[in-house]
């Protein structure tokens, strides 16, 4: 399978600043990549699509001037949280997709905002 | 609309089977998956079932699916302390290939 990783896995900053998140497809090409969020003992909350060369796709409730999504090349994407706000302090995780639609994760980033 | 349930909490012994259920509702489903996650980290893909396939078999795993009922089972023989994380399963929805998941179900080991 696909691998995938992220960087950084932890940051803490402070409220009003702006994050951003990297992930990258070590061995693959990847022309789609997928962006989740996840809170404590919960399931993955999809919020992107993105698609590399073009805008990203994003979830109903999503916004996407907070939460922007760049997919310069095949192999990076990346996922800024502008203006944080302490609600946002999530664990991110991004994802590739395989031949059979399967989905190759990150390791996650883990975004605490104090 | 499209949906994935499992039950939360499993609990067994070390060396014991365990069995993970979760249903779903859209029966277009092409692609089944099966996904760990250990505390701290991203999800790791365990295995996954084409529609057309009732079984599947890979080392201590057996993945069982009843599309009649849509209805979908991760067995784990002989079930060890490294094996206690959540599990999710996921469908293949109908819109670009995304992954419908489920809430997770918990698995803890006992020694």
């Known amino acids: 399978g696909a691998v995938v990783s992220q960087h950084p896995s932890w940051v803490i900053c402070k409220s009003g600043t702006s994050v951003k998140i990297e992930c990258r497809s070590l061995?693959?090409?990847?022309?789609?990549m997928f962006w989740y969020r996840q809170f404590p003992k919960q399931s993955l909350m999809l919020m992107a699509t993105?698609?590399?060369?073009?805008?990203?796709?994003?979830e109903q409730g999503v916004e996407k001037d907070k939460f922007l999504i760049n997919h310069a090349s095949l192999t990076l994407s990346t996922l800024t949280v502008t203006s944080a706000h302490p609600e946002d302090s999530s664990f991110y995780i991004c994802s590739v997709t395989g031949q059979r639609y399967e989905q190759y994760f990150g390791p996650g980033t883990r975004l605490t905002v104090t | 609309g499209e949906d994935v349930e499992q039950s939360l909490f499993l609990s067994v012994r070390e060396g014991d089977s365990s069995v993970i259920n979760c249903t779903y509702t859209?029966?277009?489903?092409?692609?089944l998956y099966w996904y760990k996650q250990e505390p701290g980290a991203g999800l790791q893909l365990l295995t996954y079932?084409?529609?057309?396939?009732d079984m599947k078999q890979d080392q201590r795993l057996t993945v069982l699916l009843n599309k009649k009922d849509k209805h979908l089972s991760l067995r784990i023989a002989d079930t060890q302390t490294g094996d206690s994380a959540i599990y999710f399963c996921?469908?293949?929805?109908?819109?670009?290939?995304?992954?419908?998941f489920g809430q997770g179900t918990e698995l803890s080991v006992k020694p």
């Open positions: 079932i084409f529609s057309n396939m």
């Open positions: 993105s698609n590399e060369g073009s805008k990203a796709t994003y």
């Open positions: 859209d029966s277009s489903s092409t692609y």
């Open positions: 061995d693959f090409q990847a022309t789609t």
């Open positions: 996921a469908e293949r929805g109908n819109q670009g290939g995304k992954l419908i």
